[in-house]
């Protein structure tokens, strides 16, 4: 009896150690639920950044929305504008 118990406490460990290494697999990419703020296509203007909503998340805004946002404004700032006609 005592060598079944200890045989199988090898096989419990033996099978931590596989998953632990990743071999049957990774966990898939989490989800998040946290509404997309709707951002016009095209040119940001003064109007659009007015009505624009981020979703409130546990700790605040969620961050990832934000940097998203500015790297938008950042990037049309840096591009030469257009001359108006």
Known sequence: MEW????????ILGLAAVVA????????ATVTDTPRPH????????????????AVVTRGYSMQQV?????????QLESPSEPEA
Do not use: H, Q, Y
Request: hydrophobic residues 45%; charged residues 20%.
């Open 4 to 11: 079944v118990l200890s045989m199988a406490a090898v096989m």
């Open 21 to 28: 290494s990743g071999r049957l697999g990774e966990f898939p």
């Open 67 to 75: 940097d998203e946002l500015l790297d938008r404004v950042a990037g």
């Open 39 to 54: 951002l016009p296509s095209g040119p940001i203007t003064s109007e659009g950044l007015r009505g624009l909503r981020f």
